[in-house]
C-alpha cells in the first residue's frame, strides 16, 4: 500500500506535498507529480497538505482515478531514483496525463 497522486493535480503541481514529505518520494514530471512507491512511508503527511485533495492512499481511490495507482507506479519503471529533491523536474509523463487536453489558466 502506498499513497499516489491522481489527477486533479495535473496542470496544478503546487508542489506542498514535497516540503512535507520526510521520504523525499514525490517526484515533479512534466504536468504533475508523482510519488514512487518503493519508497513511499505511508505517513500520510502529503495528503493532509494538497490544496485540491489530489493525493490519496490508494486502497481508497475510485473511479476514473483508480488507474492512477498504476500511473504513479508506471512512471518510476526502468529508474533508479532515490530522491526527488536532488533530482528536479522530471519533464515527462504517463501517456494518458501528457494526453489531456491542458486545463485553462
Ligand atoms: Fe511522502 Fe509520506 Fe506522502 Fe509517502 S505518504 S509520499 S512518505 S509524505
Do not use: H, W
Amino acid at each position: 500500500m502506498t499513497f499516489v497522486v491522481t489527477q486533479a493535480c495535473v496542470d496544478i503541481q503546487d508542489k506542498s506535498c514535497v516540503q512535507v514529505c520526510p521520504a523525499d518520494c514525490i517526484y515533479e514530471g512534466g504536468r504533475m507529480m508523482y510519488i514512487n512507491p518503493d519508497q513511499c512511508i505511508d505517513c500520510g503527511a502529503c495528503e493532509e497538505v494538497c490544496p485540491v485533495s489530489a493525493i490519496r492512499y490508494d486502497g481508497d481511490v475510485t473511479g476514473a482515478d483508480e488507474q492512477f495507482v498504476d500511473f504513479n507506479a508506471e512512471f518510476f519503471e526502468g529508474m533508479d531514483v532515490k530522491g526527488a529533491r536532488k533530482l528536479g523536474k522530471i519533464d515527462r509523463d504517463v501517456e494518458f496525463v501528457a494526453a489531456l487536453p491542458r486545463k485553462a489558466g
